[in-house]
């Protein structure tokens, strides 16, 4: 073969076949888009709160914390969420009832958001471009089921000292 023949036919497999190879390239699942994140936590937060067994209504210092921080998450990373989870599960040892700080709805969405994670990592880039990305809704809802808690754990504790500057 000769050597123009050969990038003649590179050129043509790359014109008319990338879609075939373009999953060689797949550059992976991003991380969620935290500008829809933060449009879900707004949503959340201004109606009543989906946790286990029905809805409660937001602690009263909920919106405002949120809305002081323009509606960004507060538990950024999954050591942080699975921390605070365990610190809500433990809360019956305090005293406080798991259904009071929501521990069983904080556990299902750190279950559900692992398998969301899983599952919009399975997808090709062609099909992430498409489909919509449940990952958000999810981190919202998550976030703000364990920062109620976290309001609803410490009101529970009225005489110990608790900022929240630290979030």
Known sequence: MIPSASIHITLLLVLTGWSYFSSW????????????????????????LRVAGGTVTGHIELAA???????????????????????????PGDGIRAS????ATAAALLRQIEGAETEWAAHPDAARDTLADPRPALLAQLDVV????LLRFRQSFPT????????
């Open 65 to 91: 914390l949120y809305s002081d921080r323009g509606h960004a998450l507060l538990w950024t990373t999954l050591p942080a969420r699975e921390t605070l989870e365990h610190v809500l599960r433990a809360a």
């Open 25 to 48: 390239f797949d550059e992976g699942a991003k991380p969620a888009d935290l500008g829809l994140v933060q449009s879900q936590i707004e949503q959340i937060v201004d109606g009543p």
């Open 100 to 103: 009071e700080v929501h521990h």
């Open 160 to 167: 110990i000292p608790f900022q929240l500057d630290w979030v």
């Open 146 to 149: 364990l920062t109620d808690g």
